[in-house]
């Protein structure tokens, strides 16, 4: 799991916290069951069944609101720890019947300035321990959020909620809308979106710094009411190391356990059996009125299927002379049978090439062009079938040559796909710049997003040799493509035994020098059958445009939804009639304009579903602009950065050489269709943020060096000289 400490926190080990069996422990027993109480299960019981919650000082007083909870520290004036339950359904909206719409922040603004939130103060804080927004003004700190109203969009009261000063943190200037902004989108878009929902707890940390030999907090206040300014903050996902069969109480030390284990990819296993609690205490104190659970087994991820956790658990019948009782673990280890490599390294002996004949002829065989076709052998006789395969592979490589020229003047203009000169790049670029000119005229622009089933399996030969013949391509290219396809037969290979042969009458053979050409020719009198009644209004340049291709993958245009519709009605009818078939599962539609799409388009009978974002070519195309694909990029690289953390910490490979596995591995991944983006100050600032992060985890530099970026940079300008 992401180490999220690692990236705008501060890391910290320890163990578990206490509970005293008393009333409270009774209360805690009791399951709340939504089913069994008129009440709402709110997100604060949920959470405090699931992970429990660290346990409270004199000073912290907990806050429930609708989607959070809040622990606010009276003496410091801010929030101590604020724990979320981050759901899919309330983060994003995929389902095109949801009628939500997004929480315009307009709703939590301010009389004096509708650009800037309201912070509202809390009530149920006295007003001698309550902070205000005044202990802000005229300071270099900057107001973040712990729990960011981005995670509500689709609720007006949880949005407004995140704006109470309960949940505001004094910050440096630049680190709530980079370093912290950049962690949430990664549990937004990277955790939410694969797990379905995590929950998370995030806080401020005041940790010692070290002066003159002795370990001493040092933090600054704000205003009157001496808002205190923590030194680090956390996030930290707590589902995954812990189970469900824990104390319902951690502390501070606690906390930094979870953060261990995630760090180090571990799991605790004695809090994931069903045990009652005399099996989960493992300490007592001498007079037996105090339980705690303080003792654990902690185990690497990949060995958990390995544990039985119905044995995993304390056992406070045996007599071990101390109050802790003894935690039993059954671990059954399945040891793999290592099979003895087939492939033995050939060892050369490289000292033959000092004479100069053997260098001349292994020069000679290294950079020939030419190579028999196969060794002769007491002369024997060679047979057609001998020289069938290379044959074929000849024969096809010149008729793709042959078959090239023609195609470039018939395929339209539309199409990008195995074309020289063009790639998925150009593409993406163009459904963009026509996006953002419509958006800018404000005029409606309707996508549909083809996708055909095994489209390059259900080409059928017989109506590709007519398109042939059709396109005017010449008679004598056409027979040898058609015999080179029907002379090809196949058999099924089952339980050792051939069966029989027979002769495909469609698809194009995969790997084949021909393929591409064929298939772009199958699919253009497809489009040309479609559209030939059909009137665009959507035009570039005053010329009209239907449709931007590449191979099989389509964006359908169109200037409203009727029009829409026309259009994947005779895409729909032209298909079928040369036995392809739109996949209504795959294929979406997608709106650029003010009202949402009103009017049911069908495919095979089913509706197509409107969506907001579409990944097309790899790439997300949004009305939002090149935000949304940025931040999922950033999201992308930072996990592969994560993925390659054993390099990093080699020491035994140089700089340079990491160097160059980052920008080819790594920023490949981000500059992915990068010439699209439009940027402005603030992504300029995040992508730079990214980069610079990226570096510091390659040199392995923590955030407690306290090195700027300019000695970063400096650092790796000095390692690729």
């Not at 008729?399 to 195995?418: C, N, T, V």
């Not at 095979?604 to 935000?627: H, M, P």
């Amino acid at each position: 799991m992401f180490n999220f400490t690692r990236l705008a926190a501060a890391s910290a080990v320890s163990g578990l916290s206490t509970v005293i069996l008393k009333k409270q422990d009774i209360l805690n027993a009791v399951t709340l069951r939504a089913a069994d109480c008129k009440e709402p299960c709110y997100v604060g019981d949920v959470i405090k069944k699931r992970v429990g919650f660290p346990q409270p000082t004199a000073c912290c007083k907990p806050l429930r609101f609708k989607d959070f909870i809040v622990s606010y520290d009276s003496k410091n004036r801010i929030p101590n720890w604020v724990y979320e339950h981050l759901q899919y359904d309330k983060v994003f909206k995929d389902d095109p019947c949801d009628r939500r719409v997004k929480v315009d922040r307009t709703q939590c603004a301010s009389n004096e300035d509708k650009e800037r939130p309201k912070f509202t103060p809390d009530c149920r804080i006295h007003g001698y321990h309550r902070a205000d927004a005044k202990d802000y003004c005229d300071t270099e700190y900057e107001m973040g959020l712990m729990a960011q109203p981005e995670n509500y969009p689709y609720d007006a009261e949880s949005f407004c909620e995140c704006f109470t000063m309960t949940n505001i943190v004094p910050q440096v200037p630049g680190f709530n809308c980079g370093p912290w902004f950049d962690l949430e989108c990664y549990v937004r878009e990277k955790l939410v979106r694969e797990n379905k929902g995590v929950y998370v707890c995030s806080g401020p940390l005041f940790l010692p710094c070290a002066e003159d030999d002795k370990t001493v907090k040092q933090f600054d206040v704000l205003g009157d009411g001496e808002v205190s300014v923590p030194t680090h903050f956390f996030k930290e996902d707590l589902e995954g190391t812990c189970g469900q069969y824990c104390n319902q109480a951690t502390n501070d030390r606690g906390l930094r356990l979870l953060e261990f284990t995630k760090y180090n990819d571990l799991k605790i296993m004695n809090t994931f059996g069903p045990h009652k609690p005399s099996r989960r205490w493992t300490w007592h104190s001498p007079g037996g009125e105090y339980h705690n659970q303080i003792d654990y087994i902690l185990i690497k991820r990949r060995f958990k299927s390995s544990v039985n956790i119905a044995q995993t658990r304390s056992s406070p019948g045996a007599d071990v002379g101390s109050d802790h009782e003894l935690v039993i673990m059954t671990f059954a280890l399945r040891l793999k049978k290592n099979k003895k490599r087939g492939n033995i390294r050939i060892k050369f002996d490289v000292d033959k090439l000092k004479d100069p004949n053997i260098l001349t002829a292994f020069q000679a065989n290294i950079g020939g062009r030419f190579a028999p076709l196969l060794a002769l052998e007491n002369d024997q006789d060679l047979t057609p079938d001998d020289l069938a395969e290379t044959f074929n592979e000849t024969l096809t490589e010149e008729a793709s040559k042959l078959l090239g020229k023609p195609p470039e003047k018939i395929i339209a203009e539309e199409q990008a796909g195995f074309r020289p000169g063009r790639s998925t790049v150009e593409q993406i670029c163009n459904v963009r710049i026509l996006m953002e000119k419509y958006l800018q005229h404000q005029q409606e622009l309707h996508h549909v997003f083809i996708d055909f089933k095994k489209a390059f399996d259900r080409v059928w030969h017989e109506a590709l040799w007519s398109t042939m013949r059709k396109y005017n391509i010449n008679s004598n290219l056409i027979s040898v493509v058609k015999n080179l396809y029907n002379t090809a037969t196949s058999a099924v290979f089952c339980n050792n035994n051939i069966g029989d042969w027979f002769r495909t009458t469609v698809g194009v053979r995969q790997g084949c020098l021909l393929s591409p050409t064929l298939f772009n020719i199958f699919l253009e009198r497809i489009m040309t059958d479609a559209l030939e009644d059909q009137r665009g209004t959507v035009s570039i340049s005053g010329r009209p445009i239907t449709n931007m291709r590449f191979a099989d993958d389509i964006d359908g245009l169109a200037g409203n939804e009727c029009e829409l519709a026309s259009l994947v009605e005779q895409l729909d009818k032209a298909s079928s009639n040369f036995g392809m078939e739109i996949s209504s599962e795959k294929t979406k539609i997608m709106a650029n304009s003010k009202e949402p799409s009103k009017k049911e388009i069908k495919v095979n009978g089913q509706i197509l579903e409107c969506v907001t974002k579409f990944k097309y070519l790899g790439s997300i195309i949004t009305d939002e602009g090149s935000k949304p694909e940025i931040l999922s990029r950033i999201a992308q690289t930072t996990a592969t950065v994560i993925k390659l953390k054993p390099f990093w910490n080699k020491k035994n490979i140089s700089i340079s050489s990491k160097i160059r596995l980052l920008r080819s591995l790594v920023m490949s991944i981000f500059l992915y269709v990068c010439e699209s983006w439009t940027l402005n100050a603030d992504i300029e600032r995040r992508i730079r943020a990214m980069e610079m992060r990226c570096y510091r985890r390659l040199l392995g530099i923590s955030y407690k060096d306290h090195t700027t970026n300019e000695e970063v940079s400096r650092r790796i300008v000095n390692a690729t000289c």
